[in-house]
């Protein structure tokens, strides 16, 4: 909180739904500034939007009067805020396994599981991401999404950031737009890939398979990709990759366009050698992976509080070291 507020609350926290209280005093340093870019720092749990509206609905008052949101302060003025916080969600809270990496007031770090889907879609009200966040969280009912700000497939494991407040959301999603979040994924692919590079296409929807992504001469999305290998296995390869935008499957689709698919991908892979498992019939946990090999593995920003450059790194899950480990003694 700014240290020119007075403010009377006692707990000052943002209630997971209800009637809310706050009353402040208008320091005389800010004579002059508009009452709703003030009212935006007094109160940053709530969207400058959102409190905008309670001024034009006279639900936030100055010296006990509604005025406009762009009146101007003279400094002195008292602040009233009674109103209603409603819940922004209405999916329910269940206890969802996910493991969290990093949290405080504004933000959550988690590393998603496999085969945890994120938002609740038809076929998946429950049991998933959102509802687990929820039951973790009640205040994340206020926050849209509960939070969610970026997605991971079903079946791709990693790192994922979690806003705990409508500002950290906002802040969250412009730097996602403004592609200052770093992202680095491990993906294991087919082939040999023996460069590092970076893959630039444009992306949309599969022409003639509505349900699928893919690259696409125009009509699509810019879609940038860098890769590196970091391990190569002749037939196989550990490549590290970093999104420079977020596309959906992006990955996936870049990866299998470059004629290197990743390991276990139904959907852009194909099916495993058959040559390969003839050769070394060791290989069959590779031809029998149930996912596609791609992990999140680290993730960096600027925390939308406190403005310090962040970062969090997992190691890969279990299922995929366990492949690499094959591959090193198959190889080797």
């Known amino acids: 909180m700014p240290a020119d507020t007075i403010l009377t609350d006692e707990d000052p926290a943002t ?3 209800g009637p809310i209280s706050h009353h ?19 109160f940053p749990d709530y969207s400058r939007s959102r409190l905008q509206q309670w001024i034009k609905d006279g639900a936030l008052l100055l010296n006990g009067q509604k005025v406009k949101p762009k009146a101007k302060l003279a400094g002195g003025e008292s602040i009233t805020l009674e109103a209603a916080v409603e819940a922004r ?14 949290e405080d007031d504004a933000l959550l770090v988690v590393n998603k599981p496999a085969g945890l889907v994120v938002h609740p879609a038809v076929g998946n009200y429950n049991g998933t991401l959102l509802n687990g966040l929820l039951h973790h969280c009640g205040t994340l009912t206020q926050v849209p999404r509960a939070g969610i700000v970026h997605r991971l497939d079903k079946d791709t494991t990693g790192l994922m950031v979690v806003a705990k407040t409508e500002i950290s959301q906002l802040n969250l999603v412009t ?9 680095q994924y491990y993906a294991l692919v087919h082939g040999d890939l023996r460069r590092t590079g970076t893959i630039e296409t444009l992306m949309g929807r599969h022409p003639t398979h509505r349900i699928k992504m893919a690259v696409v001469k ?23 990759l970093k999104l420079q935008t977020g596309r959906t499957h992006q990955i996936r689709v870049h990866m ?24 070394n019939p060791a290989l069959q946990p590779l031809a029998d992976f149930p996912r596609q090999a791609l992990h999140a593995a680290r993730l960096g920003l600027v925390h939308p509080v406190s403005g310090i450059q962040q970062e969090w790194e997992v190691e890969l899950p279990e299922d995929m070291q366990a492949l690499v480990e094959l591959l090193e003694e198959q190889y080797a």
């Open 175 to 183: 730097q996602l737009q403004s592609r200052s979040v770093k992202r």
């Open 218 to 240: 125009s009509g699509g999305k810019e879609a940038v990709t860098h890769y590196k290998p970091v391990a190569t296995f002749d037939d196989f390869t550990l490549v590290e």
């Open 89 to 102: 969600c209405t999916w329910e809270a269940e206890p969802v396994e996910f493991g969290i990496v990093y």
């Open 24 to 42: 402040a005093t208008v320091a005389f340093e800010k004579a002059g500034v508009r009452l709703d870019q003030h009212v935006a720092e007094l």
């Open 256 to 279: 299998a366009h470059m004629g290197f698919p990743l390991v276990g991908d139904q959907t852009y892979g194909g099916k495993f050698p058959v040559k390969l498992l003839r050769l």
């Open 15 to 17: 209630p997971i739904n």
